[in-house]
C-alpha cells in the first residue's frame, strides 16, 4: 500500500488556523475561471456589490474547481472527517471597488452550525496593493465578538470589536495567481484595500465535514458530499 507523504498542511492549519498551497491551480485556469466570472456578474451580478454567490449551482466551471481533485486531496489533510462542499463565491475588488474586507471570522456568518474551512485562491497575483487577504495566525483560538458595521456596497456585515492583536501581527498574504489559503472559519482575516486600481477577483469555496443537512445548509443548492465521512 502507497503511504501519502505529508506536505504538512494539517499541522500548519491546526498551529495557525490556515495553511497556504502554492499553484493548486495554473495560470491558464485563472483565466478562464475570470472570464466566467466576468460573464457572472455581468449576467447575474447586483449591481454595486463585489460579491457573488453560487457560482458552482450553474457553471460547470466553477462547480469542477469546487471539486477539483487537487483541491480535495489538500482538503482531504486538513478535514479528516470527510469532505463535503456547501458553497462558493467570488470576491472582486478593481479600480472602483477599492474596500478592505474588514476584519472579521466567517463563523459569525453561520452560527450555530458545524465547523467549516473555506479556500480563498486569487484569480489575479494578489498583494498588498492591490487588496490582498490578511490573517492574523493563531486567531482561531480566541473568542471574538463581533459589532455590525456597514460597507457601502452592503457587502459585510460584521466586524470584530475586541481586537487585540498588533501590526506585526498580521501576515499579509502576497501571492500569485492560482495559489491557495485554506482558513478556518474562526480565523481572523480581512483584505487590504485595493489602491494600485487593479483587479483582484478572487473565489472562496467553503466545506464542511458531511452530515445530515442542518436548516442553514438549504441554502446552498450546490451542496454535495466530495469524500464521505471515514
Ligand atoms: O477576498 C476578500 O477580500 C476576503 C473575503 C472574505 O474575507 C470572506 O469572504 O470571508
Known amino acids: 500500500m502507497k503511504t501519502k507523504v505529508s506536505t504538512g498542511l494539517a499541522e500548519k ?39 457573488h454567490l453560487h457560482m458552482a449551482a450553474t457553471s460547470p466551471l466553477f462547480r469542477s474547481l469546487a471539486e477539483d481533485v487537487r483541491v480535495v486531496d489538500a482538503l482531504r489533510e486538513v478535514m ?5 462542499f456547501l458553497s462558493d463565491k467570488i470576491v472582486y475588488k478593481s479600480a472602483d471597488k477599492t474596500f478592505a474586507t474588514p476584519w472579521h ?13 473555506s479556500v480563498w485562491i486569487p484569480l489575479d497575483d494578489a498583494a498588498a496593493e492591490n487588496g490582498t487577504l490578511t490573517v492574523v495566525p493563531g486567531s482561531h483560538r480566541k473568542d471574538w465578538k463581533m459589532v455590525k458595521m456597514g460597507l457601502p456596497s452592503g457587502d459585510f456585515v460584521n466586524e470584530i470589536s475586541n481586537a487585540d492583536w498588533r501590526e506585526g501581527d498580521i501576515v499579509t498574504c502576497g501571492i500569485k495567481r492560482g495559489t491557495g ?39 446552498f443548492p450546490a451542496r454535495k458530499v466530495l469524500v464521505p465521512a471515514a
Open 80 to 84: 479528516p472527517h470527510g469532505v463535503m
Open 105 to 117: 471570522i466567517d463563523c459569525f456568518y453561520w452560527r450555530n452550525t458545524r465547523p467549516k474551512l
Open 13 to 51: 492549519f491546526e498551529r495557525d488556523g490556515f495553511a497556504v498551497v502554492p499553484d493548486l491551480i495554473s495560470a491558464e485556469e485563472c483565466d478562464k475561471l475570470k472570464t466566467e466570472a466576468r460573464r457572472m456578474l455581468d449576467s447575474s451580478g447586483k449591481p454595486g456589490t463585489s460579491v
Open 181 to 219: 489559503i485554506i482558513f478556518s472559519d474562526r480565523l481572523v482575516h480581512g483584505s487590504t484595500s485595493n489602491t494600485a486600481g487593479k483587479d483582484r477577483y478572487a473565489i472562496i469555496s467553503t466545506y464542511h465535514a458531511p452530515a445530515a443537512d442542518e436548516p442553514f445548509d438549504l441554502d
